[in-house]
């Protein structure tokens, strides 16, 4: 199984920072990751696909790169509502992996 | 607007044998890939496994003994039953659609991007 691999697992923030989450593969998977945001008690909600295609609707200061083994996601400037856990997944292959979250919070 | 709408036993003993179906609303079954996901209390997701239209399903190596999905298109709807239920297996289970898009290489790409409401499935004798 490919392992994907996030950090940090939690990070404090404000309204209007810049923030990065990294994930990275056990193997090269070029460009086949998604990323999704997942709100408490709420199902999650992707984001990005195909390592930085922005998903129908999702706002633009999401951006995603990466590939071969390390990605990142980055918010630009951060809104009240981007508080929330987010999840790096493979699509390479089956099993397809997840990270192990990243709890973004308020500073 | 797809809407995929979950069903199934909340509660169960240990050996039991979890029985989870997911509706698919607004849309059809064809050509895409049918997922059941899960999240146990305060942890990660977990991958199950996936069914096709067709009826070809992958499974997670970890649970492929235990675990069947199945789909039936005149319902418009897919399955999932896992058996010999433990406390570990104590969890949220998301049913979600996975699909192909293209991406800025214009080739394509796998993603999950519909996903069912949860239903919290506890294991307790």
């Known amino acids: 199984d490919i392992q994907m691999t996030q950090s940090p697992s939690s990070l404090s923030a404000s309204v209007g920072d810049r923030i990065t989450i990294t994930c990275r593969a056990s193997?090269?998977?070029?460009?086949?990751v998604n990323w999704y945001q997942q709100e408490l008690g709420k199902a999650p909600k992707l984001l990005i696909y195909?390592?930085?295609s922005l998903q129908s609707g999702v706002p633009s200061r999401f951006s995603g790169s990466g590939s071969g083994t390390d990605f990142t996601l980055t918010i630009s400037s951060l809104q009240p509502e981007d508080f929330a856990t987010y999840y790096c997944q493979q699509s390479y292959n089956t099993p397809r992996t997840f990270g192990q979250g990243t709890k973004l919070d308020v500073k | 607007q797809v809407q995929l709408q979950q069903w199934g036993a909340g509660l169960l003993k240990p050996s039991e044998t979890l029985s989870l179906t997911c509706g698919v609303h607004?849309?059809?079954?064809?050509?895409?890939?049918w997922n059941w996901i899960r999240q146990p209390p305060g942890k990660g997701l977990e991958w199950l496994g996936e069914?096709?239209?067709?009826?070809?399903?992958f499974y997670n190596p970890s649970l492929q003994s235990r675990l069947t999905i199945s789909i039936d298109t005149s319902k418009n709807q897919f399955s999932l039953k896992l058996t010999s239920m433990t406390a570990a297996d104590t969890a949220v289970y998301y049913c979600?659609?996975?699909?192909?898009?293209?991406?800025?290489?214009?080739?394509?790409?796998?993603?999950?991007?519909?996903w069912g409401k949860g239903t919290a499935v506890t294991v307790s004798s």
């Open positions: 069914i096709y239209h067709s009826g070809s399903t």
């Open positions: 193997q090269s998977i070029s460009t086949y």
């Open positions: 607004g849309g059809s079954l064809s050509n895409f890939y």
């Open positions: 979600a659609r996975g699909s192909y898009g293209p991406g800025k290489d214009h080739y394509s790409y796998y993603f999950t991007d519909v």
């Open positions: 195909a390592a930085s």
